[in-house]
Each structure stands twice: as structure tokens, then as C-alpha cells.
């Protein structure tokens, strides 16, 4: 791992960096308040270079917007970088460097997440390929203790050594100063290559969801199986309640039917059997690379995921009231051919917050609504931004909120080549 910031990076960006805060925040000031009280969208301009994708957003628990990427250029190694914002402030620092390397992981769909803990760590999660087979790769955890400056790493969450798939992980506070992590684990699905083959019998197992613990020290505890047959590769979130943390997956049965469900961790480190958050029977024979995204305050939490059950690709969102137990009927956010899904949403006192992407012909779009608490009215239906990405190289928004209204970022494409965009939804 490489530790310091590249010098030419440093200083390719300082006069950029010195005047981006001011600038930021002098746009807000000067965009006129609509009258009817809605949210409008600002530009927030991010400190990261071109060739730029797969960002993670995140609230930290002292008010930061924290946000980290990765930049991948042609002929380079993959760095992993993220920088933190005030709207007092502006930027608080230049981008800090991560990890950088060719085994570091760059994909659109599995993307690095970061995560702040009360005693001021920062906890950063990424891809680290296997060199036991050119598909293989390992769920890596690194913590800071000093802002960013150094990192003790963990290369390998999954305790396997098998050259099997672990990825799509989710992370989560326990307590002032540990940290939750829930991962997709292939190891089942791995078999040796001298390994008997039985007539009849399938080549591999299921795709687990997995689960564990570490604390300041990094020392993991006991993994737990979540779940013994998930989604192969659908994104996974969490989101803490006051009944503990609650994770959202995409489940797989043994009809193929690829439903979303979710499960609370209990005091005592066990799981709760998963729960349906709506049973849309979307039965589909390969992954869909569309997982949920959850969010909660207090014991209500929101659920927002794809579906294409009954052949029509739609945007749906569900509440529960106790903190993941049951779930009322769905709302559906969007439906129709021009629905591509990857969701994000948030809650705060005021609304839930809903963003995905639609395209057609003329280009992707970036949507966000805002919903009443309960969620039976929508407030507002915004298009943030147009896309010039197409396809699966916009990844997967990301959406946060703090008093002042939402956050949000994306990967999008400027001449060919992935481009960090931001926006600022206030009032």
C-alpha cells in the first residue's frame, strides 16, 4: 500500500483546492429561494481528477460530508482517495490518498464504502484481487486514527483463502469505536480444480451473506452466516435503528425468485431471520447487479429497490414502523422500459429522499424525489442532471442528508472517460 499523496497530484490540485470551497459556497448564496419552498439544485464541485468513478457519501457524526473514489486512468495503478467538506468551510483538505495498486479493484458495480466512528476513525472498505484465479478477489478494511494521514490495513475480511468472489459489502458503527461489516462471500461456489466430480451433481454452492466485527484494534470476532443463499452480485446496505443495525440484500431461493429482505443484528451478535420487505416474486435466471438501499431514524426505516416482477422494470420504496419487523405496501417511485434502478435514499425529520437512474434514447438521467415521512404523498420530483454516461458506466448514485437538505454523487462521463459530478439539494 502507498501511502502519501502523490506529489504531482498535490500539486496539480492546490490552486484548485484553495479557491473550490469559497467558490461552492458563494453559488449557493447567490441561487435565488423558490417561493413555494421546494428544493433546487446547486453545483458542488469535488476535488477529484479525471477518470474518476464509483463514489461513496457519507455524514460524518461531526456534520462532514465525507466522500471517497476511485481514480483509474489507462496505464496507471488504481487509487482509492477521499476528502471531507464543510458548507462553513468548504473543502478541509486536499484529496488524501488510501491505497493505490493494480490489485485494487475498480468496477462500477461493487464499490469501495467509508464510514466514520464517533472516536473520530475513519474505516475504509475495498476490492483486493486473489492471485489464486484472474475472477477471485477479497473484501479489504483499512482504519485511520489520524484523519486519513495512515492507514492500518486489513487485506483480507473473508477468513477464506479460497479463489472465489467476496465483495459487495456493507458497513456500520458498533459503538464509539468498532465496526460492523456484512460482505457477499463465494467460497461455497468455489471448487478445487483436483476436487471429484460427482455425476449429476452442480458444479458449485450458493453465495453466502456473511458478517462480522472488528474492533479499534482491528481483531475480528466470529463470523455469522446471514443468510446461506443470496443474490451472486446485488449490492447490499445498512442502516442503524434503535434496535440495532438492519441490512437489506437481495435474497435468491431455490425457484430463482429474487426478492428483497432484510435482517436486524441483536445485542447478543445473532441475526434475525430475514425478513420479505415485499414479496414481488421477481423470479430471473442471472444477476441483476441492482441491490436496495436502506435507510432509517429512529425505528422507522425505508427500503427503496428494482424490480422487474410482472415484466415491467419499476422503483419502489416501503417504511416500517419497528425498525424492520414487517414493512406496509410499497410505493412505486418509477416504472416503464426507460427505468434502469441503481437506488440510493435517505431519511431526515422532514422526508424520505429517493434517487435512481432512468435512459433512453437521448441519455441518462439522475432523479430524486422527496416523499412525506409515511411516505403517502410525494413532495417533489426532481431531475437532477443529465448524463452523458450510458449503460453501467454511471454506477450507482450516492445520496446523504444533514439539516440543510441532501447531498449527492455520481459517476458520469466527459469525453469518453468516467468524471466525479456533485449536486447540493437545499432550499
Given amino acids: 500500500m502507498n501511502m502519501p499523496t502523490k506529489t504531482r497530484i498535490a500539486v496539480s490540485l492546490f490552486v484548485a483546492i484553495a479557491t473550490l470551497g469559497a467558490c461552492t459556497r458563494d453559488a449557493t448564496q447567490s441561487v435565488e429561494k423558490p417561493a413555494n419552498g421546494d428544493y433546487i439544485v446547486q453545483d458542488w464541485v469535488l476535488p477529484a481528477q479525471p477518470g474518476s468513478m464509483a463514489p461513496d457519501l457519507r455524514v460524518a457524526p461531526d456534520g462532514r460530508v465525507l466522500i471517497s473514489w476511485l481514480n ?3 496505464g496507471r495503478r488504481n487509487v482509492l482517495q477521499f476528502a471531507s467538506y464543510t458548507e462553513a468551510g468548504g473543502w478541509q483538505s486536499l484529496p488524501r490518498t488510501i491505497a493505490v495498486g493494480q490489485s485494487l479493484v475498480a468496477n462500477w458495480a461493487d464499490t469501495p464504502h467509508l464510514l466514520a466512528t464517533a472516536d473520530g476513525a475513519l474505516w475504509v472498505q475495498w476490492l483486493q484481487a486473489n492471485a ?5 478477489y477479497d473484501v479489504a478494511l483499512a482504519r485511520s486514527r489520524d484523519g486519513g494521514m495512515t492507514w492500518n490495513q486489513i487485506t483480507r475480511v473473508n477468513d477464506d483463502t479460497s479463489g472465489s468472489e467476496h ?3 456493507a458497513l456500520w458503527p458498533r459503538g464509539a469505536s468498532a465496526l460492523g461489516i456484512a460482505w ?5 461456489q468455489h471448487v478445487p480444480a483436483d476436487a471429484p466430480q460427482k455425476q449429476g451433481a452442480h458444479h458449485a454452492g450458493a453465495m453466502q451473506l456473511r458478517a462480522n466485527g472488528f474492533d479499534m484494534d482491528l481483531e475480528r470476532g466470529v463470523d455469522a452466516v446471514v443468510d446461506a443463499r443470496t443474490c451472486d452480485c446485488c449490492q447490499t446496505d445498512v442502516a442503524i435503528t434503535d434496535r440495532g443495525p438492519l441490512l437489506a440484500w437481495r435474497d435468491r431461493d431455490d425457484d430463482d425468485v429474487r426478492d428483497i429482505v432484510v435482517a436486524r443484528v441483536q445485542d447478543d451478535g445473532t441475526w434475525t431471520k430475514p425478513v420479505a420487505v415485499h414479496a414481488d416474486g421477481w423470479k430471473v435466471d442471472a444477476c441483476p447487479v441492482n441491490g436496495p438501499a436502506i435507510a432509517a431514524r429512529g425505528n422507522d426505516a425505508v427500503v427503496a429497490w428494482y424490480s422487474e416482477a410482472g415484466g415491467t422494470p419499476a422503483v419502489r420504496i416501503a417504511r416500517s414502523t419497528n425498525a424492520g419487523d414487517a414493512f406496509a405496501a410499497p410505493i412505486e417511485v418509477d416504472h416503464g422500459a426507460v427505468v434502469r434502478g441503481q437506488v440510493d435514499v435517505a431519511i431526515d425529520a422532514q422526508q424520505a ?3 435512481w437512474l432512468r435512459e433512453d434514447a437521448r441519455g441518462q438521467s439522475l432523479m430524486l424525489a422527496r416523499y412525506t415521512p409515511d411516505l403517502s404523498r410525494r413532495l417533489q420530483l426532481i431531475e437532477v442532471a443529465k448524463l452523458a454516461a450510458r449503460g453501467h458506466a454511471s454506477g450507482t448514485p450516492r445520496l446523504a442528508v ?3 437538505g441532501a447531498w449527492l454523487a455520481w459517476t458520469d462521463a466527459v469525453d469518453g472517460a468516467a468524471d466525479l459530478q456533485g449536486a447540493r439539494i437545499a432550499r
Fill in 402 to 404: 444533514d439539516a440543510g
Fill in 167 to 169: 465483495g459487495f459489502a
Fill in 132 to 136: 489464486t484465479s484472474p475472477a477471485a
Fill in 184 to 188: 457477499l462471500d463465494g467460497r461455497d
Fill in 353 to 355: 429522499w429517493v434517487a
Fill in 72 to 74: 483509474r486512468q489507462q
